[in-house]
């Protein structure tokens, strides 16, 4: 079964800096693209950040751009969000999620998994 | 950047039909895939690659697209269906991953 479990979300104020984790389990972890989506209270999904599988290419939203950092850890099946200089609109739930692909190697391109999430609050 | 429209909400009785579309340029073009949120939870994927179900995924799930207006239907409209549904794409060369703004079920 694929579990994907999110830690280090807290209260965190504007300027500052928090890193994110998710750990991986029940799946290749190395052979799949991971990202990172996030929710505003009350407010729709939007995506933030993919990265590859060798964890030596990674993408971003442009609200992001700059500020956050995506990479992983292969061996310790973990995924991470480096998030510095944050601001109120970065207040979210942020989940990890895997992208999803077939047994050829194609990806679909979206997100066939998530993990539960864990709440960012940027606030004074 | 790509633009995808939902309506705000859908309302349907139980045993119904509900019908959920995403407006977008030339949607017909992409493939285009849903996902069901639920109150406090995680999203769900529930239709992949426009038409294609995850196991799991009741049958009453089904989708289509085409021209600039993708579907989601729901048959047999169960009072475990009220929830959140996104559509989503990947805009292509940006090569970034686009959300509706999503649409309320509820079951009446």
């Known amino acids: 079964e694929v579990q994907l479990v999110e830690s280090g979300g807290g209260l965190v104020q504007p300027g500052g800096s928090l890193r994110l984790s998710c750990a991986a389990s029940g799946f290749s972890f190395t052979t799949y693209w991971m990202h990172w989506v996030r929710q505003a209270p009350g407010k729709g999904l939007m995506w933030v950040s993919r990265?590859?599988?060798?964890?030596?290419?990674?993408i971003y939203a442009d609200s992001v751009k700059g500020r956050l950092t995506v990479s992983r850890d292969n061996a310790k099946n973990t995924l991470y969000l480096e998030m510095n200089n944050l601001r109120a609109d970065d207040t979210a739930i942020y989940y990890c999620?895997?992208?999803?692909?077939?047994?050829?190697?194609?990806?679909?391109?979206?997100?066939?998994?998530w993990g539960q999430g864990t709440l960012v609050t940027v606030s004074s | 950047s790509y633009v995808l429209t939902q309506p705000p909400s859908v309302s349907v009785a139980p045993g119904q039909t509900a019908s959920i579309t995403c407006g977008g340029n030339?949607?017909?073009?992409?493939?285009v895939h849903w996902y069901q949120q639920k109150p406090g939870q995680a999203p769900v994927l529930v239709v992949f690659d426009n038409s294609d179900r995850p196991s799991g995924i009741p049958e009453r799930f089904s989708g289509s697209n085409s021209g600039n207006t993708a579907t989601l239907t729901i048959s047999r409209v169960e009072a475990g269906d009220e929830a959140d549904y996104y559509c989503?794409?990947?805009?292509?060369?940006?090569?970034?991953?686009?959300f509706g703004a999503g649409t309320k079920v509820s079951v009446l």
């Open positions: 999620a895997r992208d999803g692909r077939d047994n050829t190697g194609y990806y679909y391109r979206n997100f066939d998994n």
């Open positions: 989503q794409v990947w805009g292509g060369n940006s090569d970034h991953y686009v």
């Open positions: 030339n949607i017909g073009s992409k493939s």
């Open positions: 990265i590859n599988g060798e964890g030596s290419m990674a």
